[in-house]
């Protein structure tokens, strides 16, 4: 006799990591920080181990004290998850149920899929435009009166495009007030437009937005699983009920904590990366690869049919990279040297050809 168990679960597939790499290989296929931990934030979690044998603050008030004076908004707006996957999986929850809309622009990132379906919501896949930016004119026409949730990703990933400051201004002012409108910046940090969309001022514009952070990406700490939700009160409290108790560590919380006492020295590191990006834009553009400008630590390499082959390459080269076949290529930035050796092992297209 089989188990009673979900039947919609079938459907729903496991969550693809970024492939391992071998020793000495570039692992650019997870968005990581490729810089070691600052010293004060190893500083940080050393300070926290004896006291591993009890059961972190779920209110964290240390950091979430540190992110409300940060931003200016009050404490009771800020939810915390391990990690922003988690805490986008809790505004799904506190959101959507059974048979209730969720829509995202794709390709964007590869937990909204399963989240959505996780919980019962019915996922609403909205095509990027030609130039793998968000399509926003063909994302409210797709609003129903079964909306409850629109993920805007911004920067996006994979594509590393954005929405401009106006047009998601804009966009938010276009959608019903209620219908969460969710900015998931996990990129932010990379993003050098000249007028960058700022999540949290339309937060604080609109009543229907709330906007995703993580510590994961700009702030190095992936392995720790720390992010934080700003959304109005109503959904925060929400938010703190659907939260798995006790899912961020104390050490996840203190790390957080330096790191934003830390930002100086972050920041420096941030822009290398930014540097790297661009320099890996450059390279490969010039090297007749359809790559797209990317506002995050990341590139895209708009190959389709190619997607494959190129992978291979990259492996052969010592590189790790993150591919979708049929789709195409996503490339972290990571150190100089590892983009000395994505441009080594994808040479210019028409040598690769003749
Ligand atoms: C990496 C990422 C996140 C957050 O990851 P966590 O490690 O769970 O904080 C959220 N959104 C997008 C689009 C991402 O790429």
Not at 52 to 67: D, F, M, N, Q
Not at 337 to 348: F, H, K, S
Request: net charge negative; charged share 20%.
């Amino acid at each position: 006799m089989t188990l009673h168990q979900r039947p919609s679960l079938q459907d729903v597939p496991a969550y693809k990591q970024g492939k391992p790499a071998a020793a000495g290989a570039s692992k650019l296929s997870s968005n990581e920080s490729p810089h070691a931990p600052l010293p004060s934030v190893l500083d940080s979690i050393q300070d926290g181990l004896a006291n591993i044998h009890r059961y972190p603050s779920i209110a964290a008030p240390e950091l979430t004290g540190a992110l409300s004076a940060q931003f200016g908004i009050p404490a009771e707006h800020i939810t915390l998850g391990a990690g922003s996957v988690e805490v986008a999986a809790q505004i799904i929850h506190a959101v959507a149920a059974e048979g209730d809309e969720v829509m995202y622009a794709w390709r964007s990132f590869e937990a909204y899929p399963s989240l959505v379906r996780i919980a019962g919501a019915t996922p609403v896949e909205v095509p990027l435009d030609a130039e793998c930016r968000h399509d926003l004119p063909a994302m409210l026409d797709a609003i129903t009166e079964k909306t409850r949730l629109i993920f805007i990703c911004n920067p996006n990933n994979p594509t590393g495009t954005v929405v401009q400051a106006e047009a998601l201004d804009a966009f938010i002012n276009a959608v019903p007030r209620n219908v969460l409108v969710v900015v998931d910046e996990a990129y932010v940090h990379f993003d050098r437009s000249a007028v960058r969309a700022d999540g949290i001022e339309l937060f604080r514009k609109y009543p229907h937005v709330a906007v995703l952070h993580t510590f994961s990406k700009a702030y190095g700490l992936a392995g720790l699983r720390v992010g934080y939700a700003i959304s109005p009160l109503d959904v925060a409290a929400n938010l703190r009920k659907v939260a798995v108790p006790f899912g961020v560590t104390d050490l996840a919380q203190r790390a957080a904590v330096a790191s934003l006492a830390a930002i100086d020295e972050l920041s420096v590191r941030i822009e290398e990366v930014v540097a790297q990006r661009e320099r890996m834009h450059e390279g490969l553009a010039a090297a007749g690869y359809p790559v797209v400008k990317s506002q995050a630590n990341f590139v895209w390499v708009d190959a389709g049919e190619a997607t494959v082959e190129l992978e291979a390459k990259l492996a052969a080269g010592g590189v790790v990279v993150r591919a979708f076949p049929g789709d195409g290529l996503r490339i972290s930035s990571g150190t100089a040297e590892d983009v000395d050796r994505v441009l080594a092992a994808l040479p210019a297209v028409q040598e690769a050809t003749a």
